[in-house]
């Protein structure tokens, strides 16, 4: 069974730019978490989709936002890069309630904004 | 709004020797997981607990839940040097919303 995918891997950005992040969950997750993780703050949640719906969302600015597309797969986007955005993001799915409800994560985009 | 809190934040310890993670977190939860990351790497699941009194182990890692006391520890049996590795606590307070301790930045030395 494949794992969860991240693309890209790695980027780096200029202040200012947009960034598309992508994640492809693990075969028959309906559930897509996304996550920042960065030196000072470590790790935080940013929002959680589930069919194509967001159902949470985490303390980030309005420049962080998401969609899901009908396969499950997720996007998230972050608008007018600021330098603090420098960060590893994490997406993880999971089935979407129940006991087997574990989130499975991602090999991460490392994000650098210079 | 819910906290989790892990100490020590830093573990250097010998190969051989014992140790214990603690995570205490601030609201009702009854799932809690321990993850581990290794440097640039992503989090590779280590255990899920689900109940109170819940207990797991693998290998040299002990993981046990006290949802009274809002309590989990990570025990380390005889480390040994490829344990090491920053090691995360998370509680599950809404559906796919995991709230993650600061993590414990364990080096285990010859």
């Known amino acids: 069974k494949a794992g969860v995918t991240q693309t890209p891997r790695y980027l780096i950005k200029t202040r200012g730019q947009q960034v598309t992040l992508s994640c492809s969950p693990i075969?028959?997750?309906?559930?897509v978490s996304w996550y920042q993780q960065t030196p000072g703050q470590g790790l935080q949640f940013l929002f959680e989709y589930f069919s194509e719906t967001q159902r949470n969302k985490g303390n980030f600015p309005g420049r962080f936002s998401g969609r899901q597309f009908s396969n499950s797969r997720s996007e998230m986007n972050v608008s007018t890069l600021e330098l603090g955005d420098s960060a590893l993001y994490l997406c993880?799915?999971?089935?979407?309630?129940?006991?087997?409800?574990?989130?499975?994560f991602g090999p991460g985009t490392r994000l650098t904004v210079t | 709004e819910l906290k989790v809190e892990q100490n020590p934040l830093f573990l250097s310890m010998q190969e051989g020797k014992n140790y214990t993670i603690y995570c205490n977190y601030s609201?009702?939860?009854?799932?809690l997981y321990w993850y581990r990351q290794d440097p640039g790497k992503s989090l590779e699941s280590l255990f899920v607990l689900l109940s109170n009194g819940a207990v797991k182990q693998e290998g040299r890692l002990m993981a046990s839940l006290d949802t009274k006391a809002r309590l989990s520890t990570l025990h380390i049996t005889a480390a040994v040097h490829d344990l090491s590795a920053t090691y995360f606590c998370a509680v599950d307070h809404t559906a796919s919303k995991l709230t993650f301790g600061t993590g414990t930045r364990l080096q285990v030395t010859l």
């Open positions: 609201t009702t939860s009854d799932r």
């Open positions: 075969s028959g997750h309906r559930s």
């Open positions: 993880a799915s999971s089935l979407p309630t129940g006991v087997d409800s574990e989130q499975y």
